[in-house]
């Protein structure tokens, strides 16, 4: 008999017919919304917890505590929730409803930070939290067990689903986990597959991905593990977001837009080539806020 756990990961692979223009280019688009928790998130959500727990690190009558944008902070919510372990997420106030709900319908604590303080403040409190005794923060941004879930599953589903034939992967990088994992798999099937980070252009605001300033920059982030980073601006985000529910079918999230966003660029650049591009979450996670408007 299966359990909810079984079901995270193995994602579809589907190409995008219709928003690329360069017809020797196959552009591939990995469905993450279809985990059971909805995002990319699920699959390091379940690492880092059943690492913890493995380690001996999540001792009886410990509390969870994580700073999130979203996504991490439902999956981390729902599989505490079958292990029966008691969640505080931490989140700055401009968190969308739909998220905000979702993981309290999960039972977890969520503490709103300002919008202001962004994740940075985000973090602080929870690592305030931390000193005070009875927490374990997973720390999705430094904990190796983020990358390790993609080394492990996520590189290995790509290679696989595309016979090998990949050359490039594009992924949005936030806390850095997805690219980190999928870079180390990838590179040790072929050294040739270059890895394509994306991130904001300055001044720039798309829900998921940073640009992170130095000092809060993830300790799992290893820049010679990236080939090149793309930055996309806001409207660009935006536009290639609704783009893939009109056009394509796709309804996901602003981060999701970003990285085909990316994606495209690429494929205009190339004279041939197999591109993944990791449709992090659904889009249904964004109706109250403009997304869509």
Known sequence: ??????????????????????????????????????SVKDRAAYGM??????????????????????????????????????????????????????????????ILTSEKGSMEEAIDYTLAKV??????MLNQFANPDN????????????WRDTAGTITHFVSSMGTTGTIMGVSRYLKEQSPEVQIVGVQPLEGSQIP??????????????????VDRIIDVNQDEATATTRQ?????????????????AAALKLANELEEGVIVSIICDRGDRYLSSNLFK
Not at 131 to 136: E, I, K, S, V
Not at 147 to 158: D, V
């Open 1 to 38: 008999m299966s359990t909810l756990l079984d079901f995270i990961g193995n994602t579809p692979l589907v190409e995008l017919q219709n928003i690329n223009k360069n017809p020797k280019v196959k552009l591939l688009a990995k469905l993450e919304g279809n985990n059971p928790g909805g």
């Open 49 to 110: 917890i059943k690492g913890a727990l493995d380690r001996g690190e999540l001792k009886p009558g410990m509390k969870l505590i994580e700073a999130t944008s979203g996504n991490t902070g439902i999956a981390l919510a729902m599989i505490a929730r079958l292990f029966n372990i008691e969640i505080e997420l931490v989140m700055p106030e401009n968190s969308t409803e739909e998220r905000v709900k979702t993981m309290e319908a999960y039972g977890a604590k969520v």
């Open 131 to 136: 000193a005070g005794g009875g927490y374990l």
């Open 147 to 158: 990358y390790w879930a993609h080394y492990r599953s996520t590189g290995p589903e790509i």
């Open 208 to 225: 998921g991905i940073r640009r992170w300033p130095e000092a809060y920059l993830p300790k799992i982030f290893e820049r010679e593990r």
């Open 244 to 260: 893939l529910a009109s056009v394509e079918g796709v309804f996901a999230g602003m981060s999701s837009g970003g990285s085909v």
